[in-house]
């Protein structure tokens, strides 16, 4: 079976953290990996985290299969947390699945499965993997643009305008918040506007919610995502509780599907359940266990909050340093946009050939496509990271 085969070509981050660790060099910087770092260096496992884990420990006393859609103590608290009181209960089927990744599939894999022919229309960029899951399943896709490399921006007009020529029952694919590469966002009238397109077109939004609570607030950041359940009789949304919870490697991620008034949620809930079943059974519990108990707990909720408000600052800390940086450095306000981007995320402007010179002469790790993780930067390596750029780049 595996004779004169070659295996799949290597997802290019994870390419990238393989270059990382066998890097001699003590002073190499990774802006690659998408994973949020704290000005000391670190991926801290949350407090909150550490206290629902312990509590967890002690009160669980058997390990036995939880439902095919996971806990629906966590399934209600995500809900509660990403679509508040803009849409009924009973309007949402939930299903938990392993990490946002396993949402995106999960949710591309039931558009398949409901509506062969539908497009997903993704943006231009895009995180790598959502063209690689389309791919994967074989789906008819359609890009709609973006964004402006010209002024670190949406292109709001181009975006409208191609978003305007989805078909009814296509999926229309949005990044919640801190779009992952670009790190620009769309405004709540983008939002609006969007949501009058997708009811005048009969498009489905489907929002990937990776990042709530990084970009301004976790109410703000959820607010656009409201608007269109708000206002429309179907919404995709796939989260993931990796980077707001620090919880990556446990996989807790979950779906939610808004069916429309009077619509039959079962159809959402069973197609769900039955994909999870096909796929892998049941999905991961320990990290969903762990966010429902901080979701559920008056005191230990606020103390997420208060570190996701931590991180949150501490990235927009590094974006303004590294902004200040490079301003003094290129005599410009020309990396500006570093400062308005929100996220972890944000494109460089570095074309693949500037990325290798930033890896192989100063030791700095960005993505081919020259996206920087603004989160692995510190104050002590904020000045050469903006030297290089400002050299590189000139
Ligand atoms: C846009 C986007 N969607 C989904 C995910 C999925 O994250 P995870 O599967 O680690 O929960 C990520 C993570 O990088 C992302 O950037």
Redesign the pocket.
Known sequence: MFENRVPPEQDKILRLMGMFAADPRTDKVDLGV?VYRSPEGKTPVMAAVKTAEQWIWEAQETKGYVGLSGDPAFLDAMRGLILGDAVPAARVAACGT???????RQVLEMSRRLSPDAAVWISDP??P??PAIIGHLAQKSATYRYYDRETGGIDRDGMLADLARAQAGDVILL?ACC??PTGADLTPDDWREIAAICQRTGAIPFV?M??LGFAESLEADAEGTRHLAATLPEVFI?A????NFGL?RE???VVLVVTAEGAPREVAFGTLANLNRQNYAFPPDHGARVVETILNDPILRDSWRDELRAMRETMQANRAALAEALRAEAGSDRFGHFAAHRGM?SLSGASPAQVDLLRETHGIYLVGDGRMNVAGLTPGTIPRVAKALAEVLA
């Open positions: 998408g392993p990490g946002g990744t396993g949402a995106v895009t995180w993997n959502h990044h779009h992952n990937d990776a990042y796939a993931s509780c990796s980077k990556y996989r807790a991620g995320f």
